[in-house]
């Protein structure tokens, strides 16, 4: 794997696209540390640790542990995967949709690319909801938190999604490829840290 890793350096257009993937994985880091505001994070964090074995503590992996910090990439890449099999299914059951990816070619994709887009961005929108009546819910949200704040919170969420499935585009078209997988691996990958550490120490736990 390595002599591999060094003959695609040795290669300058290769070595561009593993640079420009790189740098956009940095950005995406960075977005992962951004919490919103009006959010107490300790509180947060607590509150998942308690569900870590629901569809809550699945979020939290694949984000990164960015659900459990509520940063602008909390909702990672969930709205583009769950927009993805939504559009894929109405494919198979609306007609006109169907007609646009079998007979379309290029176009037709590309027209429903676009449907994926503006699908993600509404899915991100009403999960951001969903988070953010979850986290007033809890009493997660600071005690000046208004409807404005509300507000801030959904959109903060929602935009940090649609940057999430751009940034994936971005490594699909001008990186090595795959951007939405490569970005969910990140996110997972960034966990193997506190997760190993989590292990180690119930390990102490289980031997004294």
Same mark, same amino acid.
């Given at each position: ?147 404005? @704040? ?57 031997? @004294?």
């Amino acid at each position: 794997m390595i002599q591999t890793i060094r003959k695609a350096w040795g290669i300058p257009e290769l070595r561009k696209k593993i640079i420009f993937t790189l740098l956009i994985l940095l950005i995406f880091r960075i977005g992962n540390a951004i919490t919103v505001p009006y959010v107490d994070v300790g509180l947060l964090e607590t509150y998942l640790d308690q569900m870590g074995g629901t569809i809550l503590g699945l979020y939290n992996v694949m984000s990164g542990g960015a659900f459990a910090q509520a940063t602008v990439f909390a909702l990672s890449i969930q709205p583009y995967i769950n927009a993805s099999i939504i559009i894929q299914l109405l494919t198979i059951a609306i007609p006109a949709l169907e007609r646009m990816a079998k007979e379309e070619g290029e176009v037709g994709k590309k027209k429903l690319e676009r449907i994926t887009r503006y699908t993600t961005v509404g899915l991100g929108l009403l999960m951001g909801v969903a988070y953010t009546i979850m986290l007033n819910n809890y009493n997660i949200l600071s005690a000046d938190a208004n409807f404005l @704040s509300y507000v801030v919170i959904v959109l903060a969420f929602t935009a940090g999604s649609a940057l999430v499935m751009w940034l994936g585009e971005q490594i699909t078209e001008f990186g090595i490829g795959n951007g939405i997988s490569i970005i969910l691996f990140a996110g997972i990958l960034s966990r193997g840290p506190s997760m190993i550490r989590t292990m180690y120490q119930g390990c102490l736990l289980y031997t @004294s």
